[in-house]
Protein backbone atom coordinates (compact mmCIF):
# COMPACT_ATOMS: atom_id res chain seq x y z
CA UNK A 1 0.00 0.00 0.00
CA UNK A 2 1.70 3.53 -1.46
CA UNK A 3 2.29 5.79 1.70
CA UNK A 4 -0.72 8.48 1.22
CA UNK A 5 1.19 11.64 2.74
CA UNK A 6 3.31 11.50 -0.71
CA UNK A 7 0.48 12.74 -3.22
CA UNK A 8 0.09 14.79 -6.67
CA UNK A 9 -3.06 15.83 -6.92
CA UNK A 10 -4.93 14.92 -10.23
CA UNK A 11 -6.62 18.53 -11.15
CA UNK A 12 -3.81 20.92 -10.81
CA UNK A 13 -0.39 18.16 -11.20
CA UNK A 14 0.56 19.89 -7.75
CA UNK A 15 2.70 17.77 -5.74
CA UNK A 16 2.70 17.73 -1.65
CA UNK A 17 2.95 16.06 1.08
CA UNK A 18 -0.45 15.69 2.96
CA UNK A 19 -0.76 17.24 6.64
CA UNK A 20 -3.40 15.11 9.05
CA UNK A 21 -6.51 17.64 8.37
CA UNK A 22 -5.93 17.25 4.16
CA UNK A 23 -7.26 13.49 3.76
CA UNK A 24 -9.44 10.83 5.64
CA UNK A 25 -8.29 7.33 5.03
CA UNK A 26 -9.87 4.14 6.77
CA UNK A 27 -10.65 0.46 6.33
CA UNK A 28 -13.23 -1.87 6.84
CA UNK A 29 -12.22 -5.30 7.54
CA UNK A 30 -15.07 -7.84 5.94
CA UNK A 31 -15.57 -11.68 5.87
CA UNK A 32 -18.06 -13.67 3.35
CA UNK A 33 -17.85 -17.10 4.03
CA UNK A 34 -14.69 -17.42 4.75
CA UNK A 35 -13.29 -16.88 0.83
CA UNK A 36 -10.55 -19.08 -0.27
CA UNK A 37 -8.36 -16.12 -1.03
CA UNK A 38 -8.49 -15.29 2.57
CA UNK A 39 -9.83 -12.20 4.64
CA UNK A 40 -9.98 -8.45 3.01
CA UNK A 41 -10.60 -5.52 3.75
CA UNK A 42 -11.97 -2.16 1.87
CA UNK A 43 -9.93 0.81 2.37
CA UNK A 44 -10.93 4.35 1.06
CA UNK A 45 -9.42 6.95 0.87
CA UNK A 46 -10.95 11.18 0.49
CA UNK A 47 -8.18 13.91 -0.10
CA UNK A 48 -8.70 17.49 -1.08
CA UNK A 49 -5.84 19.19 -2.19
CA UNK A 50 -3.87 21.23 -0.27
CA UNK A 51 -3.34 23.80 -2.83
CA UNK A 52 -5.45 27.11 -2.06
CA UNK A 53 -5.44 27.96 -5.68
CA UNK A 54 -7.15 24.31 -5.92
CA UNK A 55 -8.81 22.52 -3.06
CA UNK A 56 -10.78 19.68 -5.07
CA UNK A 57 -11.70 16.28 -3.87
CA UNK A 58 -10.72 12.93 -4.93
CA UNK A 59 -12.06 9.95 -3.56
CA UNK A 60 -10.79 6.42 -4.24
CA UNK A 61 -11.65 2.55 -3.09
CA UNK A 62 -9.99 -0.42 -2.80
CA UNK A 63 -9.89 -4.14 -1.68
CA UNK A 64 -6.57 -5.28 -0.26
CA UNK A 65 -5.30 -8.61 1.46
CA UNK A 66 -5.28 -9.12 5.04
CA UNK A 67 -2.56 -11.17 6.68
CA UNK A 68 -1.18 -11.82 10.04
CA UNK A 69 0.95 -9.39 11.58
CA UNK A 70 3.36 -11.74 13.54
CA UNK A 71 4.24 -8.58 15.54
CA UNK A 72 1.03 -7.15 17.28
CA UNK A 73 -0.83 -11.00 16.73
CA UNK A 74 -3.54 -8.96 14.43
CA UNK A 75 -4.52 -8.66 10.93
CA UNK A 76 -2.92 -5.91 8.48
CA UNK A 77 -3.08 -5.07 5.38
CA UNK A 78 -1.34 -6.47 2.85
CA UNK A 79 -1.28 -6.51 -1.47
CA UNK A 80 -4.08 -4.94 -3.19
CA UNK A 81 -6.38 -6.80 -4.91
CA UNK A 82 -8.08 -4.32 -6.91
CA UNK A 83 -8.55 -0.75 -6.63
CA UNK A 84 -11.07 2.25 -8.12
CA UNK A 85 -10.85 6.11 -8.75
CA UNK A 86 -14.16 7.22 -8.09
CA UNK A 87 -13.95 11.22 -7.76
CA UNK A 88 -11.60 12.07 -10.54
CA UNK A 89 -12.90 8.65 -12.10
CA UNK A 90 -9.50 8.29 -13.77
CA UNK A 91 -5.36 8.84 -13.11
CA UNK A 92 -5.42 11.33 -16.08
CA UNK A 93 -3.96 14.16 -15.50
CA UNK A 94 -5.33 18.15 -16.45
CA UNK A 95 -3.49 19.92 -19.52
CA UNK A 96 -4.44 23.13 -20.86
CA UNK A 97 -6.86 23.98 -23.13
CA UNK A 98 -4.65 24.72 -25.87
CA UNK A 99 -3.33 21.21 -26.80
CA UNK A 100 -5.58 19.73 -29.39
CA UNK A 101 -9.21 18.24 -28.17
CA UNK A 102 -8.29 14.93 -30.19
CA UNK A 103 -5.18 14.28 -28.17
CA UNK A 104 -6.82 14.96 -24.82
CA UNK A 105 -9.68 13.00 -25.76
CA UNK A 106 -7.76 9.92 -26.68
CA UNK A 107 -5.40 10.36 -22.79
CA UNK A 108 -8.45 10.62 -20.92
CA UNK A 109 -10.07 7.74 -22.69
CA UNK A 110 -6.59 5.66 -22.46
CA UNK A 111 -6.58 6.64 -18.93
CA UNK A 112 -9.97 5.63 -17.87
CA UNK A 113 -9.86 2.28 -18.96
CA UNK A 114 -5.98 1.33 -18.70
CA UNK A 115 -7.29 -0.98 -15.41
CA UNK A 116 -10.66 -2.26 -17.20
CA UNK A 117 -9.14 -3.07 -20.80
CA UNK A 118 -5.25 -2.79 -21.27
CA UNK A 119 -5.64 -3.98 -24.71
CA UNK A 120 -8.29 -0.77 -25.43
CA UNK A 121 -6.09 1.37 -23.30
CA UNK A 122 -3.05 0.86 -25.27
CA UNK A 123 -4.56 1.32 -28.69
CA UNK A 124 -6.18 4.71 -28.02
CA UNK A 125 -2.46 5.85 -26.35
CA UNK A 126 -1.00 4.51 -29.84
CA UNK A 127 -3.15 6.70 -31.60
CA UNK A 128 -2.69 9.66 -28.96
CA UNK A 129 1.24 9.10 -29.89
CA UNK A 130 0.97 9.44 -33.70
CA UNK A 131 -1.96 12.39 -33.05
CA UNK A 132 1.34 14.35 -31.15
CA UNK A 133 4.18 13.55 -33.78
CA UNK A 134 1.84 14.21 -36.92
CA UNK A 135 0.08 17.48 -34.71
CA UNK A 136 3.65 18.72 -32.93
CA UNK A 137 6.21 17.92 -35.66
CA UNK A 138 4.21 17.70 -39.00
CA UNK A 139 5.36 14.03 -39.96
CA UNK A 140 4.75 12.39 -43.04
CA UNK A 141 1.88 10.07 -42.43
CA UNK A 142 2.99 7.07 -42.69
CA UNK A 143 3.18 3.72 -40.06
CA UNK A 144 3.73 5.03 -36.50
CA UNK A 145 7.20 3.41 -36.50
CA UNK A 146 8.04 5.37 -39.42
CA UNK A 147 6.57 8.31 -37.60
CA UNK A 148 9.06 8.12 -35.06
CA UNK A 149 12.11 7.53 -37.25
CA UNK A 150 11.50 10.95 -39.19
CA UNK A 151 11.59 12.88 -35.55
CA UNK A 152 15.13 11.36 -34.64
CA UNK A 153 16.89 14.30 -35.47
CA UNK A 154 14.19 16.83 -34.68
CA UNK A 155 14.17 16.27 -30.91
CA UNK A 156 16.72 15.79 -28.40
CA UNK A 157 18.04 12.58 -27.88
CA UNK A 158 17.12 11.73 -24.64
CA UNK A 159 13.09 11.97 -25.67
CA UNK A 160 13.35 10.11 -28.68
CA UNK A 161 15.35 7.65 -26.80
CA UNK A 162 12.87 6.96 -24.34
CA UNK A 163 10.19 6.90 -27.54
CA UNK A 164 12.55 4.23 -29.03
CA UNK A 165 12.43 2.70 -25.73
CA UNK A 166 8.51 2.26 -25.24
CA UNK A 167 8.78 0.97 -28.86
CA UNK A 168 11.01 -2.11 -27.96
CA UNK A 169 8.81 -2.91 -24.99
CA UNK A 170 6.85 -6.16 -25.14
CA UNK A 171 3.93 -6.69 -27.26
CA UNK A 172 3.54 -2.68 -27.80
CA UNK A 173 6.87 -2.68 -29.40
CA UNK A 174 5.51 -5.26 -31.89
CA UNK A 175 2.36 -3.67 -32.92
CA UNK A 176 3.85 -0.21 -34.06
CA UNK A 177 3.80 -1.47 -37.25
CA UNK A 178 0.45 -2.45 -37.38
CA UNK A 179 -2.74 -0.74 -38.01
CA UNK A 180 -2.99 2.27 -34.99
CA UNK A 181 -6.40 1.23 -34.55
CA UNK A 182 -6.33 -2.45 -33.88
CA UNK A 183 -6.77 -3.85 -31.00
CA UNK A 184 -3.95 -5.59 -29.75
CA UNK A 185 -2.57 -8.00 -26.98
CA UNK A 186 -0.78 -6.16 -24.51
CA UNK A 187 0.68 -7.12 -20.66
CA UNK A 188 -1.01 -5.06 -18.18
CA UNK A 189 1.52 -2.42 -17.41
CA UNK A 190 2.38 -1.99 -20.69
CA UNK A 191 -0.85 0.36 -20.94
CA UNK A 192 0.81 2.35 -18.44
CA UNK A 193 4.28 2.55 -19.70
CA UNK A 194 2.94 4.24 -22.86
CA UNK A 195 0.13 6.65 -20.95
CA UNK A 196 2.80 7.60 -18.64
CA UNK A 197 5.38 8.16 -21.82
CA UNK A 198 2.32 10.76 -23.41
CA UNK A 199 2.51 12.64 -20.35
CA UNK A 200 6.14 13.59 -20.46
CA UNK A 201 5.72 14.71 -24.00
CA UNK A 202 2.62 16.69 -23.70
CA UNK A 203 4.70 18.57 -20.90
CA UNK A 204 7.97 18.91 -23.10
CA UNK A 205 6.80 19.48 -26.11
CA UNK A 206 3.24 21.31 -25.64
CA UNK A 207 3.73 22.89 -22.41
CA UNK A 208 7.21 24.04 -22.64
CA UNK A 209 6.71 25.45 -25.90
CA UNK A 210 4.03 27.63 -24.73
CA UNK A 211 5.58 28.52 -21.44
CA UNK A 212 8.75 29.64 -23.58
CA UNK A 213 6.16 31.55 -25.59
CA UNK A 214 4.75 33.41 -22.91
CA UNK A 215 8.30 34.33 -21.57
CA UNK A 216 9.34 36.24 -24.77
CA UNK A 217 6.16 37.70 -25.14
CA UNK A 218 6.52 38.74 -22.04
CA UNK A 219 10.30 40.12 -22.64
CA UNK A 220 8.94 42.15 -25.86
CA UNK A 221 5.90 43.91 -23.80
CA UNK A 222 8.27 45.03 -21.00
CA UNK A 223 11.00 45.97 -23.57
CA UNK A 224 8.76 48.20 -25.88
CA UNK A 225 6.86 49.20 -22.28
CA UNK A 226 10.57 50.82 -21.55
CA UNK A 227 10.89 52.06 -25.26
CA UNK A 228 7.74 54.11 -24.89
CA UNK A 229 8.55 55.38 -22.12
CA UNK A 230 11.99 56.55 -22.81
CA UNK A 231 10.26 58.19 -26.34
CA UNK A 232 7.97 59.92 -24.00
CA UNK A 233 10.17 61.69 -21.92
CA UNK A 234 12.34 62.27 -24.65
CA UNK A 235 9.52 64.01 -26.49
CA UNK A 236 8.80 66.45 -23.29
CA UNK A 237 9.62 70.22 -23.84
CA UNK A 238 12.84 71.38 -22.12
CA UNK A 239 12.04 74.67 -20.10
CA UNK A 240 13.06 77.34 -22.19
CA UNK A 241 16.25 79.69 -20.48
CA UNK A 242 15.28 82.89 -18.35
CA UNK A 243 15.75 85.91 -20.91
CA UNK A 244 17.99 88.89 -19.01
Not at 129 to 140: A, E, M, N, T, Y
Not at 165 to 173: D, F, L, Q
Not at 190 to 202: D, F, K, S, T
Request: proline share 5%; charged share 30%; hydrophobic share 35%.
Amino acid sequence: MSDIRYWSCPYCNHDATLRDHDYIQDWKYFVIQEPIEGHHCLLYRYVVCPNPKCRKFTLSVGVYHLVHNEKTDGLTIGDKVRSWDLIPPSRAKTFPEYIPKAIIDDYNEACLIVDLSPKASATLARRCLQGILRDFWHVKPARLLDEIEQIKHKTDSDTWEAIDSVRKVGNIGAHMEKDINLIVDVEPNEAQVLINLIEILIKDWYVAREERKNRLVQIKTMADQKDEKRKNKSSQPTDAPDSE
